[in-house]
């Protein structure tokens, strides 16, 4: 890593390339129990896990369409290193991102994992072909994925194991079900979900404890404001994903964005009234 290469370019970076950061540094994007930091700037996730707010998105360190490996692997695990380096102990990934690659690939850039350094990875969702993603909660599948997530990573213990997606074919607690086992057996140390409802974390909740909540959020969406409020409310982490709207069509990371379309009339509607003044 070159010397220039500080906090605020790496963060940059990350936003156009929407490698994916996650937890924004606002308080209310992370439900923080209040004894865990006097700064704010970190939370303890699950009441033991202390993890800064500020973590890192793996999903883009892939090849196209979050398929296989990506284009210059060497370069990707040397962006993983520098998030390390520059205090990220928080890496969010999953077994269907590559499938599998992005796994294998965090434990070839950082595996013996430096102390305090927490991987959360999920299951729950297949990749069928490139850009494809289907669910399978079968408690018989998702105590595999645990099985092999453990095995790529190299880890004893998944410190966050998140169910990727609920599956609408399989009752939520028989998935969860086998979660729990996993859990009694060691294999992981807290549960967490994905794009969930309010509702669905009760539901949850009556099977196993529950931690956190991933689901897509950032200033123009807002879908999961009520989800949020749960969290906040309740102690719970919430990670938003896209937390710069992702690489689609709603990034907020690309010209003429509603949030930039937005702060141009403040700052024209701000000249105006300085005019005024005169």
């Known amino acids: 890593m070159h010397n220039d290469v500080t906090r605020r ?16 540094g606002l308080p209310r994007l992370m439900a923080a129990i209040p004894e865990a930091s006097s700064s704010g700037e970190t939370f303890l996730l699950g009441g033991d896990v202390l993890v800064n707010r500020l973590g890192f998105g793996a999903m883009r360190l892939t090849g196209e369409g979050i398929w296989g490996w990506p284009p210059d692997r060497e370069n990707a695990k040397k962006v993983l290193r520098c998030a390390v380096e520059l205090d990220v102990n928080f890496i969010d990934t999953a077994d269907a991102y590559g499938p599998e690659t992005n796994e294998l690939l965090i434990a070839e850039a950082l595996y013996p994992y430096p102390k305090g350094l927490i991987i959360a990875t999920k299951g729950g969702q297949t990749r069928p072909s490139p850009g494809r993603w289907e669910q399978d909660g079968r408690p018989e599948y998702l105590s595999q994925t645990v099985d092999k997530s453990l095995k790529r990573l190299k880890l ?68 999961s404001e009520a989800a949020l409020n749960y969290c906040e409310k309740q102690k719970m982490g919430f990670i938003p994903w896209a937390p710069i709207g992702g690489s689609g069509t709603r990034s907020l990371s690309k010209a003429g964005n509603a949030l930039e379309a937005e702060a141009a009339g403040c700052n024209s509607r701000s000249r105006g009234c300085c005019k005024n003044r005169r």
């Open 9 to 24: 370019t790496f963060l940059a970076a990350l936003s156009a390339s929407t490698a994916g950061v996650l937890t924004g």
């Open 156 to 223: 004893e213990r998944i410190d966050l194991w998140q169910l990727h997606r609920i599956d609408r074919k399989v009752p939520v607690e028989e998935s969860l079900g086998a979660i729990k086992k996993a859990q009694d057996a060691g294999k992981i140390r807290h549960v967490g979900l994905s794009e969930v409802t309010v509702a669905e974390i009760e539901q949850a909740k009556k099977v196993v404890p529950i931690v956190s909540i991933q689901n897509r959020y950032n200033i123009t969406d807002r879908e």
